[in-house]
């Protein structure tokens, strides 16, 4: 973890060399269309592509490929695994995550935007023997997102999701909100509070105080963006014994037509 601050420092480095369009702070040039693990009512753009990579603990790296192919609807897929980086064998994900979200309602003066879609992709470890991922995928969404003007940008998120990952025997819905803050032209910070609803059972990885996660964005070149996360501050999982897992987030968004 300390070569992933190290890469994260120099590249904030660089950053004061190149004017920032990623997809943080009031300079943007793209919608972010998650935070940390929840997702928004943000759409790549028609025409884009967008690889983005999670490197998380114990040497899980999560590739996700997405594609703009229509106005306010696009689509992805995703792969990875736990110790890729370090020694020992891999033990990679058993199948592709697949992602999709169009937009039904574009966001407006007294009304949020509101999409659907569906994200099968969790994070961290894989375990074999409850068919889950260690942080639940998505599966279905529904999301909504409002931007306000304050200080630049604050905005506010909700998602109400129901994963298709249930063999530990909680099938509830679940309810995540999440908010955003601009901070200059570059950066954004954010935070997320995932009640973990479909993750609370005697079965489950949670011990039923739910997933606070917070994050910061660095928008450092055309198209991308980098940033630092920190999951379950609350000591949720039961498979955890410290405070927090530290992250590296990394994107970067080009048009392909």
Known sequence: MNRILKLFLVLTILSTFAFAQGSAGTNAKFEYRSLID????GILEKGYVGVGIDVMPKGVVITQIEVGVFNNFSFGISYGGANIIGAGEIDFYPLP?????GR????????????IGFDSQGK???????????IKSPGFFITTSKNFELLGYFSIHAMLNYTLERDDSDKDANLVLGVEKTVG??????????????????LSLGEGKGYLN???????????TVGLDLRD???NQKINTFSADRALFV????PIF
């Open 97 to 101: 995550g697949v992602y999709a979200k």
């Open 38 to 41: 929840m997702q928004t009512a």
């Open 214 to 224: 917070f994050g910061v964005r660095w928008s450092i070149a055309e198209g991308f």
């Open 185 to 202: 032209g570059k950066v954004s910070l954010y935070g997320e509070y995932d009640f973990a609803l479909n993750d609370n059972n005697p």
């Open 124 to 134: 961290g470890e894989f375990h074999s023997e409850l068919n889950r991922y260690q």
């Open 251 to 254: 994107e970067f968004i080009a």
């Open 104 to 115: 039904i309602f574009d966001e407006a003066e007294m009304m949020p935007a509101i999409a």
């Open 233 to 235: 501050v609350l000591s």
